[in-house]
T-cell receptor
Framework: EAGVAQSPRYKIIEKRQSVAFWCNPISGHATLYWYQQILGQGPKLLIQFQNNGVVDDSQLPKDRFSAERLKGVDSTLKIQPAKLEDSAVYLC?????????????FGPGTRLLVL | GEDVEQSLFLSVREGDSSVINCTYTDSSSTYLYWYKQEPGAGLQLLTYIFSNMDMKQDQRLTVLLNKKDKHLSLRIADTQTGDSAIYFCAEAPWRALTFGSGTRLQVQP
């Protein structure tokens, strides 16, 4: 079974530029999450989707971050414009099958460096 | 403050047992999780425990849960150099995970 796919794996941009990340969850998983992991910290939730609807975006900085999951499968996360403090690893996770429907499986992440 | 707390660092010798501890705050969490993160990689699910259990064993891994004290531990038996990584515990009070800051496990040959 294929895992969660993310691209790109690495991205370097200058502040005030825009960037977009892509995530393809495990087939059949209804729930998709985006987390931000700053160096030395645990991941923190940015947004949670159930199919193509937003369940929780309370921690998403909506003045610069946006995310969508239009067809309930793939998702994109965008930052516009980027700030230095956005340098982090952006992790996508999916879940929703099996006995424990809350278990989340993570992709390899996109490492963003803002200069 | 942190909802989930872990010690930052643990060093053990190869072949010894490792015990990584975690405290959490939300008693409504249905499941509690342990994830492993190797350098440059995403998070790998190691194991999880349902909140009505006290213990779960899975090969070299043993999870102990003390709900009264909101304390979770992960024991790795016969620790190997390949176990060197950062270990995160996480609670899931509302489905999205709340992670600790991670414990870096260093295994010395």
């Amino acid at each position: 079974e294929a895992g969660v796919a993310q691209s790109p794996r690495y991205k370097i941009i200058e502040k005030r530029q825009s960037v977009a990340f892509w995530c393809n969850p495990i087939s059949g998983h209804a729930t998709l999450y985006w987390y931000q992991q700053i160096l030395g910290q645990g991941p923190k939730l940015l947004i949670q989707f159930q199919n193509n609807g937003v369940v929780d975006d309370s921690q998403l900085p909506k003045d610069r971050f946006s995310a969508e999951r239009l067809k309930g499968v793939d998702s994109t996360l965008k930052i516009q414009p980027a700030k230095l403090e956005d340098s982090a690893v952006y992790l996508c996770a999916s879940g929703g099958l099996g006995i424990n429907q809350e278990t989340q499986y993570f992709g390899p992440g996109t490492r963003l460096l803002v200069l | 403050g942190e909802d989930v707390e872990q010690s930052l660092f643990l060093s053990v010798r190869e072949g010894d047992s490792s015990v990584i501890n975690c405290t959490y705050t939300d008693s409504s969490s249905t499941y509690l999780y342990w994830y492993k993160q190797e350098p440059g990689a995403g998070l790998q699910l190691l194991t999880y425990i349902f909140s009505n259990m006290d213990m779960k064993q899975d090969q070299r891994l043993t999870v102990l849960l003390n709900k009264k004290d909101k304390h979770l531990s992960l024991r790795i038996a016969d620790t190997q150099t390949g176990d060197s990584a950062i270990y995160f515990c996480a609670e899931a009070p509302w489905r999205a995970l709340t992670f600790g800051s991670g414990t870096r496990l260093q295994v010395q040959p």
